[in-house]
């Protein structure tokens, strides 16, 4: 169980470091967003903020304010996903930012199950909605320049003399 756990945040943090990446993509400058789903161990969908198809690939007016039609990441993930032939029931979301309560309705319209996310956005409510409906969420430590770093760190944090302890840190 508790190696399962363990391989399970594996994957966790690496799909959330593929997430980071696919944000790239977005031309936003206030803020990048990426989104992947996956089901089955299989990427089913993925998303970025942005205008719609067809639409200016400007995000932001003259005043630097984003405009109202720019889709969130996750609400791109999902509604590309219902252009295809799969289905995001069951699915898990990897979000580089917690849902907003707008992207937290269609989360749970679209049957997902569970939403990894790593930057806590300003507004919880769109995470308590998640909770509200039994959604499973995961906060994972992964930032933008991620790669090998943050592995590192995390690996360091596990390691028993890093804790104190009962000694053994004074070895000759
Ligand atoms: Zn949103």
Redesign the pocket.
């Known amino acids: 169980m508790k190696k399962n756990q363990g391989k399970q945040t594996l994957l966790d943090e690496r799909y959330m470091r593929m997430a980071f990446i696919w944000a790239e993509n977005s031309y936003c400058k206030r803020r990048k967003v990426g989104a992947l789903l996956v089901k089955d161990k299989m990427i089913i969908s993925d998303g970025y903020n942005g205008t719609p198809s067809g639409f200016e690939n400007v995000c932001e007016d003259e005043n630097n304010v984003t405009k109202p039609y720019v889709l969130?990441a996750?609400?791109n993930a999902i509604t590309k996903v219902a252009r295809s032939n799969n289905s995001s029931e069951g699915a898990t979301l990897y979000v580089t930012s917690s849902?907003?309560i707008?992207?937290a309705k269609l989360i749970i319209q679209a049957g997902i199950k569970r939403v990894v996310y790593a930057d806590a956005y300003r507004l919880s409510d769109g995470i308590d909605l998640l909770n509200r409906a039994g959604i499973e969420l995961v906060a994972v430590g992964v930032t933008a320049d991620a790669g090998e770093e943050t592995r590192e760190v995390a690996e360091a944090a596990c390691d028993p003399a890093e804790h104190g302890g009962t000694g053994g840190v004074d070895e000759p």
């Open positions: 969130h996750e609400a849902p907003c707008e992207c």
